[in-house]
């Protein structure tokens, strides 16, 4: 629930400088702070991808065996290599600096904005290292604070450097915009050392030297017969790494193949480009949007696996995996229902045209597979399985990729052929994952479930269209969707209700309604 709120918290205050920097800098210079953006990424996944993973899994469960200083020990060694690693890639970025400005890009202006990333590097390096320390300890509120924080920051000097920037030129304006963001992630590291100093104070007040001496010598032994902590950190990092960048990797190949596959089919560049941005920047973030909570279900139940799995609990695991998946099918449904039932005028209201509500329509019944996606990769990655997680990943970017090939550059389908593939890639990638859990841990299934809230979901489907189209109110087009969204969920929080999918108890686990009562 923290990661939750600090995550939209973070998606309406991103919204800010989409609307806002274009007006600044122009079109233009957005493009220039665009093109250098997608290499940082690159470094970053390179850098952090499955750190941050591997120091919770190991400080959860140094702390499930009760052992603070090997937490602290797993801290160092983390901060170390990731440092080091944000300090080679540093050089290496501002070397190549100018290569990559002319050459790749093919425009000597990002020059400036690629440089100005730089010192990022090292930041977001150190940054990820304490979070994945917080989260071991499942201690989400650093985290949350940190990246809100990092997030006004950030908004307000990217703006206000771009503004100062743009009398030198478009060039200089776009890296103000970088500088800006540089900004926030230094203040974003700045309040998660603020937070570790304290609670490593509280931490030294509460435990006892001798107690410590005793945990290091009786672990001494098995921690030199496992190998070294780096050893065992890169073994769990770098199989998370390469997953991510199969992702990466695979997003790149299918924008470019996509391009080509619709002007195989006959379709103009102008309007392929148009068409493919819709997808990608309209339709994929509306989706992904109710997964906000998935994704924070997914970073918190790392540690609170591998905790279980130190102590040998399998009850304790097959519960916990049976309740996130169960919260993620039950609260990903009614937003889906919503995006199917309603797709004209949601896209309408967004983006002032409904030409995206088909695309939304087709993928809304078929996001239920993206929502419990994360969980159960997350579960793999806790009982060290990233490798698996890995070929499955690879598993559903081949098969999307084949399929974009052979669908959208068929006049028939055009861009609706990419949609396909993506609706088979995340169906696939999401049963492998499931598959790959149930053989790890003897999962049972629990039909029930998915068979309450995909019946729970139709009959809100059905009762938000009644009243969407039914029910006139006078006043905007927001007001009768905002009306009908909530007499839809309302509805669906009454059979959930009535089926057993959500109970008393379910409500008592939430701060908010455990203080109320």
């Known amino acids: 629930m923290i990661l939750l709120a600090a995550g939209i918290i973070n998606r309406m205050l991103g919204f800010i400088p989409r609307i806002a920097l274009p007006r600044i800098i122009g079109a233009e210079g957005v493009g220039l702070y665009q093109l250098g953006y997608p290499f940082f990424i690159v470094l970053i996944t390179v850098i952090t991808g499955g750190l941050p993973l591997a120091i919770a899994k190991m400080v959860a469960e140094a702390e499930g065996e009760n052992r603070p200083e090997q937490s602290r020990r797993i801290l160092r060694t983390g901060l170390t290599l990731s440092f080091s690693l944000g ?21 000597s202006r990002v020059y400036y904005t690629f440089v100005s990333m730089t010192p990022m590097i090292s930041i977001v390096a150190v940054s990820s290292v304490y979070r994945g320390y917080f989260q071991g300890r499942q201690n989400m509120i650093p985290s949350a604070l940190s990246s809100v924080l990092e997030s006004v920051i950030r908004i307000f000097f990217m703006l206000w450097f771009s503004y100062l920037l743009l009398p030198k030129g478009m060039a200089f304006a776009a890296a103000g915009a970088m500088l800006g963001v540089t900004v926030g992630e230094i203040f974003g590291m700045l309040a998660l050392l603020v937070q570790y100093f304290f609670i490593a104070k509280a931490d030294r007040l509460e435990s006892n030297p001798d107690t410590a001496a005793l945990d290091t010598g009786l672990h001494q032994d098995k921690d030199r017969q496992s ?100 919260l993620a099918m039950v609260s990903g449904a009614p937003f889906a229902a919503i995006m199917y039932v309603l797709a004209v005028p949601l896209c309408t209201l967004m983006y002032g045209n409904a030409d995206t509500a088909p695309m939304l329509r087709l993928m809304a019944p078929f996001a239920l597979f993206l929502y419990v996606q994360a969980p159960l990769q997350a579960a793999l990655q806790a009982m060290d399985r990233p490798g698996r997680a890995l070929i499955n990943t690879l598993a559903g970017a081949v098969i999307k990729i084949l399929l974009i090939l052979l669908l959208a550059s068929r ?107």
């Open 411 to 517: 006049p028939e389908y055009g861009i609706y052929g990419a949609i396909i593939a993506i609706i088979v890639n995340s169906i696939l990638v999401t049963l492998l994952h499931y598959s790959s859990v149930v053989k790890l841990i003897q999962l049972s299934l629990r039909i029930t479930d998915p068979l309450k809230t995909i019946t729970a979901m139709i009959i809100m489907a059905a009762g938000t269209s009644y009243v969407f189209y039914s029910v006139p109110l006078s006043g905007t087009m927001w007001l009768q969707f905002l009306f009908a969204a909530a007499s839809g969920m309302a509805l669906y929080l009454g059979i959930c209700l009535l089926t057993g999918l959500i109970s008393v108890r379910d409500l008592d686990r939430v701060p908010f309604f455990r203080r109320r009562r």
């Open 227 to 326: 190998g070294t902590l780096l050893r065992r950190m890169l073994g769990i990092a770098v199989p998370v790494t390469a997953g991510r960048l199969v992702g990466s990797f695979s997003y790149l190949l299918e924008s470019i193949i996509t391009a080509r596959s619709l002007a195989l089919a006959g379709l103009a560049t102008a309007a392929a480009t148009a068409q493919y941005g819709s997808l990608q920047g309209m339709v994929i973030p509306l989706l992904l949007l109710p997964g906000v909570l998935s994704s924070s279900l997914a970073v918190s139940l790392v540690p609170s696996l591998s905790e279980a799995a130190a102590r040998r609990d399998l009850p304790s695991i097959h519960k916990r995996m049976h309740q996130a998946l169960r």
């Open 87 to 107: 300090l080679l890639f540093t050089l290496v970025a501002l070397l190549s600096a100018s290569w990559v400005s002319n050459v790749i890009l093919t425009d």
